[in-house]
């Protein structure tokens, strides 16, 4: 079907930038709108930022300013620029894409979701 992989993740002092990347492969006619979420030990999961397969973009008040959603629709690739990041900052950031594919010649579309990627920031 449809996998969505993220990597960039890693350990970085605070005020310090990282970027993560989510590539999706698979049968793809097209992917929609993608999302970053993060969720940090013993909290739920929670939004981060989005992107329309037009460029718009939405962000967290939590996030506003630091962090840049991008997305590069020849690559079927979405990232995110972290900058000034926060201890707070710190958790397991995964990818969100509503994707339509292939599926036994069929056009389908869900959600799809990667295994999340660690970002730890130390103060």
């Known amino acids: 079907q449809v996998q969505l992989v993220e990597s960039g993740g890693g350990l970085v002092q605070a005020g310090g930038s990282l970027r993560l990347s989510c590539a999706a492969s698979?049968?793809?006619?097209?992917?929609?709108?993608m999302d970053w979420y993060r969720q940090a030990p013993g909290k739920q999961r929670e939004f981060v930022a989005t992107?329309?397969?037009?460029?718009?973009?939405n962000y967290a008040d939590s996030v506003k300013g630091r962090f840049t959603i991008s997305r590069d629709n020849a690559k079927n690739t979405m990232y995110l620029q972290m900058n000034g990041l926060k201890p707070e900052d710190t958790a397991v950031y995964y990818c969100?894409?509503?994707?339509?594919?292939?599926?036994?010649?069929?056009?389908?579309?869900?959600?799809?979701w990667g295994q999340g990627t660690q970002v730890t920031v130390s103060s």
């Open positions: 698979g049968y793809i006619f097209k992917i929609n709108t």
């Open positions: 969100g894409a509503d994707v339509e594919y292939n599926r036994g010649g069929y056009r389908n579309q869900r959600t799809f």
């Open positions: 992107i329309t397969s037009g460029g718009s973009t």
